[in-house]
Structures are given as structure tokens and as C-alpha cells.
């Protein structure tokens, strides 16, 4: 009966969820006397140390004296030879080490069992517990039974050493770099078959029913190698900043073309070594045949994870060709047809994705997708409709859409988006289809989901709007209904935001005001708030007279709204009503300020100390469109990656940062050196590094140019990629390829050392400008000088001795467009009407070379570096078109337009006509200078 009452719950507890373990921790403590008991009792210590451990999982807290006081009394325990509690004792020292006082002296204690000659079973956890308690100062005291713990023939050892050591590389990097030689031994070792070895005592996990005394347990097979995946987790860790070494690891191990060779016999430690490649690929293209080679050999592998996984990065390589799919393909193929539900999920879950860049090459797969589409698992089911969505031809959609909506009640919300997002992709497609796939999206729109769910449908349904212009009456119909049984505020809030844009371009905008106006009797404030905004547009976008006269009269009853916000909004828009210079301004106004470029320029003129003298001139900060803004308030921060060359992100990654995000991290990196601290705020900076070198040469340099007032900073980010080889005394000879460049050169900023650990660096180089008013316009022939030195590989100290050396770069150019030019978004036709009167040029061009007008819309953003504006960067007509452009001059330029008429003929090129308006002249030439040069 005794055995049984740890497992006793009572018909309450059941109930409840709650378990016999569910104790007050009070009471554990007062109860923690068993371990002071004469002779002590294995039973009732194991029993209460599993108490202990579950209080701390379920997170319940203990106090530092409390968790102090469980601790030692817990190592009193340490004295008792029942394997079981000395088991559970271990798992409990783990958890209270974080919380208890004086924790290390218990070393001694864990250190007697992890001498090789003890029992076996005590040994990988006294390892795990020594990792908690030990500082990592300590480190280097224990090297040594770690080093031998690691390469240990039995696997339970070497992987406590193992994983052991993972945990304390973060704190103690220049010890556990040192066992990297033991860390290779575990990797291609072969493991003892027996999981305890042949000595020491058993029991149970936490040995519940075991006995007192050790006894000789029976030798347990194991045969995964376990230990193989912990020691090439942390192979790669101590080795990640060494990407010459990782490639020569994955070389190594990869076993060759056919993977036969390999030394790895884990499944788990195969996959971790595909991702080892994946990320080598990423990062460096020109190992991406050799990677290749061994990827294709791993898809022939026994193990059905490895071949998935081989698969799978394979599909998602860039730019990868439908010829180096066709393997992959084959195999996710023969995966379709397997009894194993998780192979299917995983194949098709694969395809789907990968139909999305490839539809062709997965269309050899489509009669075996449309058998899984009766499959019981609708997981599976799901991802193959959406990959034959992908992938099938505009005769098939409707009979797809027919099948879809049969099983679109049976499966969960998640799904339910997947199979939304492919509709969405597919009307795009096939434009033609449109009614079909709007009429599948109302319907499902209707029925019962979560907010995701809703989201995806209405987000088809503007895409649908925004491209497709037969469908958008009938979709805005559709979203009407919607709103007037919509539980959730925020989709109401952005159909009635579309409502106010797109309904007063519609035929008949009168029918939607209904609707519109319901939600302000019948919503909450900020539906109501937004149904004013809406209406609001439709009375002064709108051409009809007693539409407008109908609106003013709703909104004047919306002054007497309870709520505040409501009232104000209405108040405003009755304002601006028959003002058209205010109604421009607050309704019509298609740009905002770009925040990140706000607050950059704030900064530096907060910190300025001569700033005060003037106001601040916000013409000076750049708009961009609302579209836009909302793309950069929904993207992830990512200033901390700028200043020097970024690895290449996974599809997973965030987006890269935006531009004006880049602006205000270089300004915010230039402000912490003090030799720029004179210099001001920074104007503009490159919104792309220029790359001055190959990829694959050994010193990898790109260029940023950065434009002061009266200076110019150019930022050098030099990376060096020899593992070997340590560079010091790094600087960047430039000079000008003209000698009135307008700039005399300051002073070098250089780096003292340079290695492919610490890669990637910087050097500044400084020029002042001789005519601050002038845009200079300079070529510079750059060189890289350096001292090298060879790296001792058994110090990794450098020799004493080096040679001086350089290095020849690409010429490094000032140009109007990228560096004197901040793209701004204007509504172009009322700002070229405000610019008639001002400064302005016209000239007319021949660019010959260019093959079609895209081709040139294309050079021109590229050259003038400015906003292009109203979709005109894609040309319409292959044989005429217009491009308009808008952009800020920096250092108190103003802004400036452009206008591209050009026109196409075989054999003569693209004629453009270069249309200029500016506030300043100076403006106005340097476009024209940019073009023309």
C-alpha cells in the first residue's frame, strides 16, 4: 500500500486538475526533517524531493534562505548508497542551485562521483549538476574530468560531458574551446552498446521500486548515438566564427557524393549537419556545388528524416533551378505515397511551399497530391489542395474550389488560412477566375472563425480589389455585409478605411453610405470613430453635390456622440469641408513623414549645439507613402544590424531594414566617434554599401559614403575570411582620380587588428569640403594596406614577424543621385503644379544601349536615387511611357521632380525627355548633371 500512495488522487483532485503533488510549500519545507532522519529513509526522501521538483516545475517560487535550506539539507542525502535517491538528489540540486546561497560547497560532494572509477550511473549526473553549481572561473579545475567525460565509450557519460559543456560555453568560451579536440573524438567515435557499462548499480529513472543496495543490472542495448548529435552541437558552436572551418567539418563528415562514407550514424546529428550546410550555402554561394553534391547523396540515406531534410534545403536554396530540384522532387514524391501520415504532412508541407517559386517542377507531382485530397488526415489534405492551387492551370480551379469547400468545415483555423493565402495567390493568377474565388471567399467569410482566420479572407479580398478592377464592386459588397455582423474591431475598422478610399470612385458611392452610417448608430467608439473618418471622404471626394450635402447633414448628428473622439473627428471634418486647402492637407494628403528619418534628424538637431540659432526645417525629412509606413511599423527592428556587412537571412528572418532605419543607425553610429563629434548632423548615407571586391577573394571590402555640411566620411567594412592569417595597422589609401575633386582629405581612422573572427570591421577615412555649397563629384583609386602575420595554430597568438602588404580595390565614386538625393514621396501632380513658377530644365537624351523602357525606368531610380511615384517604375506600353520621380536635395537643397517621357523603337533605344522642377537651381542642375554624366 505504501508503493501505491504516491499515485493515490483523489475523484476532487481529478476534477479539479489537480494532482497529490499540488502542495503548499510551507509545508515541504517543516517536512524537510526526513533528510536529518537516523537511519534515513530512501522512501520518504525520494518522495519529498519529487515534491520538491514538481513545486519548481509548475513554477512555484522558493525563497533564497528557503531553496538554501532544501539545498543542504538535500546533500545530506549525498552519504546514502541507494542509487535511486542519489538519483532524485542530483535533479534537485539542479533546480535549487539557481536560487540557493553558497551553493559551491558541494563541489566536493559531486566531485567523488565523477571520478572514473565510480559507479557508473552516478557519474552523468554528477556531471549535469556540476555545470549548475560551479563559477565559471572554476572551469579550468575540472577540465580535465570533462575531457575525459567526453570521450567516455559509454554514451550516457559522454553526453552528460557533452551537453554539460554546451551550457557552460557561454560563460567560460576560452576553456571549452580547448576540448574541441575531445569534441571531434566523440563525433566520429564509436559508442559502447551498453547504456550503464558493465559496473555499477541500476534502478529505476528515479528509482521508484529500486532497491537499497546496488546490484549488477542487466546491460541495456542503445544503439542511437545520442552523443554524435551533442558533440557536433557543440563542434559547431566552438568552431561558428571560423566559416572555413565549418565548411571542412561538413566536408569531412558529409561522407562524399554518395553519403556512405559518413561517420555520423545518428539521424538527429545527419539533420543538424544538413542545416550546418544550408547556412554555409547561404553565406557563401561558392561552396554551393560541393554542399549540392553531398545534399543529393543524403537524399539516398536509410533514415526517411535525413532524406526529408536533405530534401527540403534543397528546395529552399536560392536561386535553385528546376534541374537541381528534380531529385528532391523524387524523392518528396515517393514520400506522398507512404502508409506513415508524418511522411505525407511532411512531403506535402515541403511542396506547398516550394510550388509557391517553382510551379512547374511540382507539377510532376499533381496526380499523386490529388489522391491525398480525400486523405483522413485534412492536414495533409490541406497542404496538397493549396499545392495544387499552386501548381494547377485556370481549367482546373473551379472543379478545386468545388472540392475545397466540401472539407473546409472539418478543419482547424490554422489550415484554413493556408487554404485562404493559396485563393489569394491564385486570383492574381488567374484574373479571370475572379468570380468563382470571390464567390468561395464571401461564403467562407460567413462562416464561424477565429480572428486569423477572417483576417486572411478580408486581406484576399482588398488584394483582390487593388488588382483586380472587375471584381470591385462586388467585393466591397461583400465586405458590407461582412461589417454588419463583424465581431472583431479591427477588421471593421480597415473595410470602412477601404470603403472611404475606394467608394467614392465607385459608380454609385450613394449605396455603400448605408452601411457605413449603421456603424455609427450601432458600434462601439472606435468603429464609430472610424465610419465618421469614412464618411468624411465621401462627402468631399465624392463629384455629387447632394451626396456631399446628405454627408454633411450625418455628420453634424455625430457631434452630439457620447464619446469624445467621435465628437472631435466630426468637428474637424465639418471644418474642412468646404476648404479645399485644409481638406488637401488632412484628407487628400497621401504621405507622411517617414518616423525613423524624423527622429534621426531630431537627434542630431537636438544634440547640435549651434541648432538652436534657427528652427527646425522639417522640409528636410523625407515622406513616404502611407502603404509604406504601415510595411515599417509592422517590421521588426533591426538597427543593431547595420555599420557592416550582414549575413545573407533564411526565409524565417525578418525583413531587412528599411532605409530610413539604416540612416538613423548610421548617424547613431557615427555620433559615438569623437573625431566626427564637430562635424554635425549627417545629411545622407548610401543607402546600400557599394562591394569593392569579389566575393570570393580572401579580404572582402564595401564602401559607405556619408555626407556632412562641410565634410564627407567614407566608411570602409572590411572583412578578412583567412582563418590563419591576422591583419594589423588596416587602413584605406584613397585618392582622387582628379585633382578639383573639391575635397582635401583629414585624417584615417584605421583598425589595429583584424581577424576572421572579429570580421567584419571599419575604417573611416575623412574629407573636408573645399566649396560646402558645391556637390562634389570625385572618383577614388582606393588601396588596402596592411601588415600580415601568420597565426600560431597551438597559441593562436600571431608570430612576431609579418610583411607589409596591400591591396587594390574598386574605385570608389561620388555621384548626385546616391548621395546627394533622399527619395521622397510627394502626391506628384499638385506638387508639379506648385513647382510651375520655380526653378526647372528640360533636356532630351538618347540612351541608345537601353532595350526596352523598363530597362530604363530602371537606371534612371537607379542613377537619380529618387521616389518613383503612382506605379510609373513599371511601364504599361512597351513603346511610350512617363516615370515620375521625387526626392529631397540634401543640405538645404529642397525638394525636386522629375518627369520621364520616353518613348521605345527597335534599333534607336529609349528617347527621354527630362523634365525638372525644383525649389532651388542648384537642384535642378545636379539631376540633369547626374543624367548627363
Excluded at 555599420?643 to 528599411?658: C, D, F
Excluded at 564637430?678 to 559607405?704: D, F, H, K, M, R
Aim: charged share 20%; glycine share 6%.
Amino acid at each position: 500500500m505504501a508503493s501505491l500512495a504516491l499515485s493515490f488522487t483523489s475523484k476532487k483532485e481529478d476534477e479539479s486538475g489537480l494532482s497529490s503533488y499540488y502542495n503548499n510549500k510551507t509545508t515541504i519545507i517543516q517536512e524537510a526533517r526526513v533528510f536529518n532522519e537516523s537511519p534515513i529513509s530512501p522512501r520518504k526522501c525520494r518522495a519529498l524531493l519529487t515534491r520538491i521538483v514538481y513545486l519548481l516545475y509548475v513554477g512555484e517560487t522558493f525563497g533564497t534562505q528557503e531553496a538554501t535550506t532544501l539545498f543542504f539539507g538535500t546533500t545530506k542525502l549525498f552519504q546514502h548508497k541507494d542509487s535511486a535517491l542519489r538519483q532524485a538528489v542530483y535533479l534537485a540540486i539542479k533546480e535549487l542551485a539557481t536560487t540557493s546561497e553558497d551553493v559551491i560547497m558541494v563541489t566536493s560532494s559531486i566531485m567523488k562521483d565523477m571520478q572514473p572509477n565510480s559507479e557508473v550511473i552516478y557519474r552523468p549526473n554528477a556531471i549535469r549538476a556540476l555545470c549548475r553549481i560551479i563559477d565559471p572561473s572554476m572551469a579550468q579545475g575540472v577540465e580535465r574530468f570533462f575531457k575525459a567525460a567526453i570521450v567516455d565509450r559509454n554514451p550516457s557519460i559522454s553526453t552528460a560531458a557533452l551537453v554539460s559543456a554546451y551550457h557552460l560555453f557561454p560563460n567560460a568560451k576560452d576553456v571549452v574551446k580547448r576540448w574541441v579536440n575531445e569534441v571531434q573524438e566523440a563525433v566520429s567515435a564509436k559508442q559502447s552498446s551498453s547504456f550503464f557499462g558493465s559496473g555499477g548499480g541500476g534502478g529505476g529513472y528515479l528509482g521508484f521500486g529500486g532497491s537499497s543496495q546496488p546490484s549488477g543490472p542487466q546491460s541495456i542495448q542503445s544503439t542511437s548515438n545520442i552523443a554524435q548529435y551533442h558533440a557536433l552541437g557543440l563542434l559547431y558552436l566552438i568552431r561558428k566564427q571560423d566559416r572555413m572551418a565549418i565548411t571542412k567539418m561538413i566536408q569531412q563528415l558529409g561522407g562524399g557524393k554518395s553519403g556512405a562514407g559518413t561517420t555520423l550514424k545518428n539521424p538527429m546529428a545527419l539533420c543538424m549537419l544538413i542545416r550546418y550546410a544550408a547556412k554555409v550555402m547561404e553565406e557563401d554561394p561558392n561552396v554551393q556545388k560541393q554542399m549540392l553534391d553531398l545534399l543529393e547523396g543524403w537524399l539516398r540515406h536509410k533514415s526517411d528524416m535525413v532524406n526529408l531534410e536533405a530534401a527540403r534545403v534543397i528546395c529552399e536554396m536560392k536561386n535553385v533551378t528546376s534541374q537541381q530540384l528534380t531529385k528532391a522532387i523524387a524523392v518528396l514524391q515517393l514520400f506522398l505515397s507512404s502508409p506513415k501520415p508524418v511522411l505525407k504532412f511532411a512531403a506535402t508541407r515541403t511542396l506547398a511551399a516550394l510550388a509557391l517559386s517553382h510551379p512547374t517542377s511540382v507539377a510532376t507531382c499533381n496526380v499523386d497530391l490529388e489522391s491525398l485530397i480525400a486523405d483522413p488526415n485534412r492536414s495533409v489534405a490541406t497542404y496538397a489542395i493549396t499545392t495544387l492551387l499552386k501548381t494547377g492551370n485556370e481549367a482546373s480551379v473551379d472543379r478545386l474550389i468545388k472540392q475545397i469547400t466540401g472539407f473546409m468545415a472539418e478543419i482547424s483555423d490554422e489550415f484554413k488560412v493556408i487554404i485562404v493565402d493559396a485563393i489569394r495567390s491564385l486570383c492574381l493568377k488567374f484574373p479571370a477566375k475572379h468570380v468563382s474565388m470571390l464567390g468561395f471567399l464571401s461564403g467562407v467569410l460567413r462562416d464561424e472563425g477565429g480572428y486569423d482566420f477572417k483576417r486572411a479572407v478580408v486581406e484576399a479580398m482588398f488584394d483582390m480589389i487593388k488588382f483586380i478592377s472587375d471584381c470591385k464592386e462586388q467585393a466591397l459588397s461583400h465586405l458590407c455585409e461582412f461589417i454588419e455582423d463583424c465581431e472583431f474591431t479591427k477588421l471593421s475598422v480597415r473595410i470602412l478605411h477601404l470603403l472611404g478610399i475606394e467608394g467614392p470612385k465607385s459608380p454609385q458611392p450613394a449605396k455603400y453610405i448605408r452601411f457605413i452610417y449603421n456603424r455609427v448608430v450601432l458600434e462601439n467608439a472606435t468603429v464609430r470613430a472610424a465610419a465618421v473618418g469614412s464618411l468624411a471622404k465621401f462627402g468631399i471626394n465624392a463629384s455629387d453635390s447632394s451626396l456631399q450635402k446628405s454627408i454633411h447633414v450625418l455628420l453634424s448628428r455625430c457631434l452630439d456622440d457620447v464619446d469624445d473622439e467621435v465628437r472631435d473627428r466630426a468637428a474637424m471634418y465639418l471644418r474642412v469641408f468646404n476648404q479645399k486647402r485644409l481638406a488637401d492637407i488632412y484628407i487628400k494628403e497621401e504621405s507622411v513623414f517617414s518616423l525613423a528619418a524624423l527622429e534621426a534628424k531630431l537627434v542630431a538637431y537636438a544634440k547640435d549645439p549651434t541648432a538652436a540659432e534657427k528652427p527646425f526645417d522639417v522640409s528636410t525629412v523625407p515622406k513616404i507613402s502611407r502603404a509604406q509606413a504601415a510595411q515599417e511599423a509592422a517590421r521588426p527592428s533591426t538597427l543593431d544590424m547595420i555599420g557592416v556587412p550582414a549575413p545573407k537571412k533564411t526565409q524565417e528572418a525578418p525583413a531587412a531594414p528599411s532605409a530610413a532605419e539604416k540612416q538613423s543607425a548610421y548617424a547613431q553610429q557615427l555620433a559615438d566617434i569623437s573625431q566626427f563629434s564637430s562635424y554635425g548632423p549627417v545629411l545622407n548615407s548610401s543607402a546600400n554599401p557599394v562591394q569593392l571586391t569579389e566575393n570570393e577573394t580572401e579580404y572582402q571590402i564595401t564602401c559607405v559614403k556619408h555626407i556632412f555640411s562641410n565634410h564627407i566620411v567614407f566608411q570602409f567594412n572590411v572583412s578578412n575570411t583567412l582563418p590563419d592569417t591576422v591583419l594589423e595597422q588596416v587602413s584605406v589609401i584613397m585618392q582622387p582620380t582628379s585633382e578639383e575633386s573639391g575635397l582635401i582629405e583629414d585624417f584615417i581612422i584605421p583598425l589595429t587588428s583584424l581577424t576572421s573572427s572579429n570580421s567584419p570591421d571599419i575604417v573611416y577615412v575623412s574629407f573636408t569640403r573645399t566649396e560646402p555649397d558645391q556637390y562634389a563629384m570625385a572618383s577614388f583609386q582606393c588601396t588596402l594596406k596592411f601588415i600580415s602575420k601568420e597565426l600560431d595554430p597551438s597559441t593562436g597568438q600571431p608570430e612576431e614577424e609579418g610583411y607589409e602588404d596591400e591591396y587594390q580595390l574598386e574605385e570608389v565614386e561620388l555621384s548626385a543621385g546616391g548621395d546627394y538625393i533622399i527619395p521622397s514621396y510627394v502626391t506628384f501632380g499638385a506638387e508639379w503644379d506648385r513647382l510651375r513658377s520655380g526653378p526647372s530644365a528640360t533636356e532630351t537624351f538618347a540612351l541608345s544601349a537601353m532595350d526596352s523602357l523598363k530597362a530604363a525606368c530602371d537606371s534612371i531610380i537607379e542613377v537619380l536615387n529618387m521616389e518613383p511615384l503612382g506605379g510609373t517604375e513599371s511601364p504599361s506600353s512597351t513603346s511610350v511611357h512617363t516615370l515620375q520621380l521625387s526626392g529631397i536635395v540634401t543640405g538645404g537643397g529642397g525638394k525636386v521632380l522629375v518627369r520621364c517621357r520616353m518613348t521605345y523603337s527597335r534599333g534607336q533605344g529609349v528617347t527621354l525627355e527630362l523634365g525638372v522642377r525644383a525649389e532651388k537651381q542648384e537642384a535642378c542642375d545636379l539631376v540633369v548633371a547626374a543624367v548627363g554624366g
